[in-house]
């Protein structure tokens, strides 16, 4: 039987389902459809099958979900989007970011399906319903809460990611993993550790078992105003990278799980061995992807204009060990910043 996964929203609740017939998938897409459709995946699985559609092919990057470059995307939207079409994109967390805000705000909102095509959008972003458009390079800073009617993952798409996008997806699906207990900490552990001798695994499981753990969270607090900004365990660090670095996501995310640890760690929340076990884990990530020297006041200016700052005080998401993630603010400005000085000065 093929997997599901259903998820309650108070927006619209909707359905994950695992289908790789990408030609029975579009079949019942009898509205009027109009496709945003990222450019790789268009050349190497679309070109023939869309040829008669309306759609815009964008490049994706950071750029694209710029505030600054939506324009041609909204003009592409005024000459096709009436109140009734259906928009259906295709690719990964950059594209879903583009499409689910424009449907969001078009005309006050029209349906939108969502096909990921990276492991990190079809094991993470695409349930939640978090729509996130960047700013003059700040990252997502515009945005709200807007899921699509309805999901396929397909693993047929991954069959042509790099490797580091991979990896980048392991990083992303890390956090849920390290959020949940033992049991799916140790599952991640092996699959990643498989995955990087070239073993074979299989990354339907993992996808479905990571987008279960998120499930359990965004339920609860769909809003992201309690238990669900456990979630950012590893983002606010890892955006502030994102920021200073050009790096892919999730491996921004990897690195700042293990600054969040490591910052446990110093501040005594977490103890030496179990900070050593993480990072043991994090560290097939991080020693094939490392990064160059930051500059400390710049990575904490950038962490003071996240989103969880409140009155300027940087909020993180610190952990005590697998399982247990807690969100605090940071009293003490000067110790975090030699805390961080110390961790980009070591090596692991
Ligand atoms: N809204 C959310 O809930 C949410 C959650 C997590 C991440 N994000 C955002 O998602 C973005 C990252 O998304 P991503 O990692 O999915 O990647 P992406 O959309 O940035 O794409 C990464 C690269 O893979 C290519 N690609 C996509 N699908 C492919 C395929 N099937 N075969 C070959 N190449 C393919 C793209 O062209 C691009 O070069 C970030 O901007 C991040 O902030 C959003």
Redesign the pocket.
């Known amino acids: 039987m093929k997997k599901k996964i259903k998820i309650k929203s108070k927006v619209n609740s909707y359905e994950v389902n695992f289908n790789n017939n990408l030609a029975q998938s579009f079949a019942d897409l009898n509205k009027e459809v109009i496709f945003v459709i990222?450019?790789?995946?268009y050349k190497?699985y679309l070109k023939k099958i869309i040829k008669n559609k309306k759609f815009i092919i964008l490049?994706?990057?950071?750029k694209t979900?710029d505030f600054f470059n939506l324009k041609k995307i909204i003009d592409f939207f005024i000459k096709n989007v009436s109140k009734n079409t259906l928009v259906v994109a295709i690719?990964?967390?950059?594209?879903?970011?583009v499409a689910s805000f424009l449907s969001s705000i078009f005309k006050r909102g029209i349906d939108w399906y969502f096909f990921p095509?990276?492991l990190?959008?079809q094991g993470?972003?695409c349930i939640?319903g978090?729509?996130?458009i960047n700013y003059n390079k700040l990252?997502?800073q515009l945005g709200n809460f807007y899921p699509p009617k309805r999901i396929v993952i397909n693993s047929r798409?991954?069959k042509?990611?790099s490797k580091k996008?991979i990896f980048?997806g392991f990083g992303?699906m890390g956090h849920y993993f390290f959020l949940s207990n033992n049991k799916d900490y140790e599952y991640y552990r092996k699959s990643l550790l498989k995955f990087s001798k070239n073993e074979k695994i299989n990354l339907n499981e993992i996808i479905f078992r990571s987008l279960n753990i998120k499930k359990k969270y965004i339920e609860k607090d769909e809003f992201d105003q309690n238990i669900r900004l456990k979630l950012n365990y590893g983002h606010t660090f890892g955006h502030a990278i994102e920021n200073l670095v050009t790096i892919?996501?999730?491996i921004a995310v990897a690195h700042g799980m293990n600054i969040s640890n490591f910052v446990s760690y110093k501040l005594g929340y977490l103890k030496f061995n179990k900070f050593n076990i993480m990072e043991d884990t994090l560290k097939i990530i991080l020693k094939r992807y490392p990064i160059r020297k930051i500059n400390v006041k710049k990575f904490v200016e950038i962490m003071r204009k996240d989103k969880k700052s409140i009155n300027k005080k940087i909020r993180v998401i610190l952990s005590k060990g697998i399982g247990n993630m807690f969100v605090t603010k940071i009293n003490n400005e000067k110790k975090f910043i030699n805390i961080l000085k110390e961790y980009f000065n070591r090596k692991y």
């Open positions: 990222d450019s790789k995946v190497i490049s994706s990057n950071e979900k690719g990964g967390g950059v594209i879903q970011d095509t990276t990190i959008s993470d972003s939640g978090k729509t996130s990252k997502n798409f991954l042509n990611i996008e980048s992303e892919p996501h999730g």
